[in-house]
């Protein structure tokens, strides 16, 4: 266990609905990234928050956002959602310092359907 | 576009052998990397990480770095079934603390 939390841990959402996804960050950590893992695929970035700031963003439309809380628990959120945002959500927390990438530890995972 | 490349496999080992595991990167500037393997239906959990060229061993699993060849690799040696999973590969840049994963290679330890 890497003290990541998700929740919900699967959803099953409709075409157009909206999706609040969360993440309890490690302990001792201050920085969240955002993945999206398609089945057969590898994570593909979303984007980072560190101290309550988005710090880069993949590629990934405006309807992704998200945020994180002064305990550096995080939310993305989804809006009109389409049938290709199916997929393993996955949070993970890192503690970042200058000059250096941190590991990354993810947690369990939220998995979205979307019919 | 920073690109992190790795056979899909499957891989195929019988039980007791060694497994290797390859990943190759774009990004010359690239300074941490990062072995995950996940289970089906899991999130990735951390193996190994390495900075330096040369080798990094912990326990049954060895990393190796040449960063002159932009190549990073995992070996597993005496494979059980229960290392089957998907391994992925994760280099971060300098000045980045976003890392960029490869697809992963699918590992089958056949006893």
């Known amino acids: 266990e890497t003290g990541v939390t998700q929740s919900p841990t699967h959803l099953i959402k409709t075409r157009g609905q909206q999706v609040t996804l969360r993440c309890s960050s490690q302990?001792?950590?201050?920085?969240v990234s955002w993945y999206q893992q398609a089945l057969g695929q590898g994570p593909q970035f979303i984007f980072q928050?560190?101290?309550?700031?988005?710090?880069g963003r993949g590629n990934f439309p405006p309807r992704f956002s998200g945020l994180q809380f002064p305990n550096y628990s995080s939310e993305l959120n989804v809006n009109a959602l389409e049938l290709d945002d199916s997929a393993l959500y996955l949070c993970?927390?890192?503690?970042?310092?200058?000059?250096?990438?941190?590991?990354?530890?993810f947690g369990p995972g939220t998995r979205l359907l979307v019919l | 576009q920073k690109e992190v490349e790795q056979n899909s496999g499957p891989l195929s080992v019988p039980e007791g052998a060694i497994a290797s595991l390859n990943c190759t990167y774009s990004?010359?500037?690239?300074?941490?990397f990062f072995w995950y393997r996940q289970y089906s239906g899991k999130s990735p959990e951390l193996i190994m990480s390495?900075?330096?060229?040369g080798d990094k061993e912990d326990g049954r699993f060895t990393a190796q770095l040449n960063k002159a060849s932009q190549y990073v690799s995992l070996l597993i040696r005496d494979s059980q079934p229960s290392d089957s999973a998907t391994y992925l590969c994760?280099?971060?840049?300098?000045?980045?603390?976003?890392?960029?994963f490869g697809r992963g290679t699918s590992l089958i330890v056949h006893p």
């Open positions: 993970a927390s890192s503690r970042a310092v200058t000059g250096a990438q941190e590991t990354q530890y």
């Open positions: 994760a280099v971060g840049s300098g000045g980045s603390y976003i890392p960029t």
């Open positions: 990004d010359r500037v690239s300074q941490s």
């Open positions: 302990s001792g950590h201050n920085t």
């Open positions: 390495i900075y330096s060229n």
């Open positions: 928050y560190y101290r309550e700031e988005e710090n």
